[in-house]
Structures are given as C-alpha cells and as structure tokens.
C-alpha cells in the first residue's frame, strides 16, 4: 500500500510540475516561441516514455510503468498546447483537462494490472492523439502544410493505439496479431516514426516560407489586411504579427461566417470591411487604437490581387436560384 501510494505521489508530482510550467506561460506573447518550447517538450516526454518502457522490461518495476504511460499520453496532449500557442488562444481549460486524463491514467496505471492498465493507456493515448489531430487540422496558421502533417500523424497514431486496445480485447494480448502489430518494438518504431514527422513539421513551422511572400487572388475584391507589414514586424516581432493576422481572420469570421484567409488578412464581405474590423477587433479582442490603423484594403497593397464583384454576383445568383 506504501508503494501504491509512492507512486501516486510521484506521478502527481510530475504531472503537476509540467503544468505549472506550462500553465503561467500559456496566452503570454510570443507565440512562436510557446510553440516551439512546448513541441520541443513533447518530443523530450516521447522519447522519455519510451525509455521507461524499456527500463519497466529490463525489470524496472511499476514505478517507470506508471512515468512512461503518464508521458506517453502527455506527449500528444503537450502537442495541443503548442498548437493553441501558435494561435494566440489561452490554453487553461486544455491544461486542467489533461492534468485530469494524466493523474487518472497514472492512477490506473499504479493500480489495476496488465494488461488492463494497457488497454486504458491505449485508449487514453487515441482520444489525445485524436484531439490533438482535429486542433491541427483545424488551424489557421499559416503556413499550412506542417500542421497538416502533424494532424495526419496523430490521426494514424489514433487509430493504432485505439486498434492496440481493440486487438487485445477481443483477439487477445499474446496473439500472434498483436505480438507482431501492436507489442511494444512496432509500437516504438511507429512511435519513433511519428515523433520524427512531426519534429520535422515544427521546423517547417518556425523556418516555412512567411506569408509575406505569398501573392493570392482575391476574388470579392473586399480583402482586409495588416498593412505595412516590414515596419510593423520591427515594432512588434513576428510572433504578435502572426497573432494579429490570426484575431483579424477569426473577426472577419465573427462577422461574417463565410470570410476566408488571404495572405496577411481576410476577405470578407462586410461592408465598410476596415472600419468595420477595426472597431470589432478593438471591442472583441483588445486592439489598440495603433493596431487597427495598421489594417488596409488588401487591393492597396502587393500581397492580394483582388477581383472586385465575383463573390457578390455568386450570391446574388444562388439568391435567385
């Protein structure tokens, strides 16, 4: 009983060191540099989850069982607060969420055997996995084809874990099917495979090409973008550039739910659109005067090419239709 709550004690410690790092720093600027930090711990707890693995079958006992099951489902759920950093999005609630899913998967872990404990672990990992895949398919990042790998990683990583639990249940956990699919060296490899995809995805992420070179069309013609962007990079970094791009795309969205990214901005079909952004962000999301002035008419500017009247000649047809 000592030992049980030994244990306990330890992994509470843990779990609760991780997040009180992690939850003062959530929603404070530089959200590049919150990205990168908290991707960068995901990949250490992986890899350390592993290593406990491997300690637990060298003879390790429950102890390095209860650690490697704890990082195992911290890594994705890290992952998750690196991706709403990225965005600007307070994080809080995710945080207590999964301090809640990693105290309880240590203490099923601690007290209920194998390969019960396995079957929780593995589902607990495919439900983190699965979120932390929807959260990055669903950003609005740019650029996005790093965040589309890292979601594609953790969807397959998904799957896998939550047939592991599937296959042990119902096939058995010393089949033949699991012992070459789903024991613990293809679980490794897969393991090992994902956290590499996804480390290259973060570099993409921080080294990717800007949106400031991109050039896009436009087609309604009412585009709203951060204008003078070299100047305004100086003034406040290119983390709060990236973050004023994001508030700017989710206001268009506040108004008006069909608006859509553009490089640097959105295109929307509110009418007097940077007036009207302007005051939202400043209501909504706590611009300051000096921010909003940096909004202009994407057609102004190099990054958007715009074609004024494609969008509004769609509705008017689909109205009469």
Known sequence: MGLSFGILAVSVAVAGAVMF????????????????????????????????????????GILTLVLGDVAMVLAPALLIVALSALEGRPARRTSIGILVLALAVAVVTATVPL??????????????????????????????????????????????????AIVGVVVGWDSTLFRFVFSFAPATVLGAAAVLAIGAAVVRVRFGPRVAAE??????????????????????????????????????????????????????????AVSALGAHLQAAYGWEPEQTILLVDGATTAAVRTQPGRRATKRRGSARS
């Open 21 to 60: 790092v992690a939850m003062p720093r959530i929603g404070t600027p530089g959200p590049m540099t919150l990205f990168l930090r908290f991707a960068a711990v995901a990949g250490v707890t992986a890899a350390g989850s592993s290593a406990m693995y491997f300690i637990h079958g060298a003879g390790g």
């Open 215 to 272: 050039v896009a069309q436009c087609p309604a013609g009412a585009a709203v973008v951060v204008g003078d962007w070299d100047l305004a990079s100086t003034a406040y970094g290119p983390d709060r550039m990236r973050g004023l791009v994001a508030d700017l795309r989710s206001a268009a969205r506040d108004l008006d739910p069909g608006a859509a990214d553009v490089p640097r901005g959105t295109e929307t079909a509110v009418p007097d």
């Open 115 to 164: 390969p019960g404990s396995l079957a929780v672990k593995a589902v607990a990992v495919a439900a983190t996995c699965g979120a932390c895949a929807w959260v990055a398919s669903h950003s609005r990042v740019e650029p996005f084809g790093p965040l589309r790998v890292i979601a594609l990683t953790n969807a397959v990583f998904a799957v896998y874990s939550l047939s592991r």
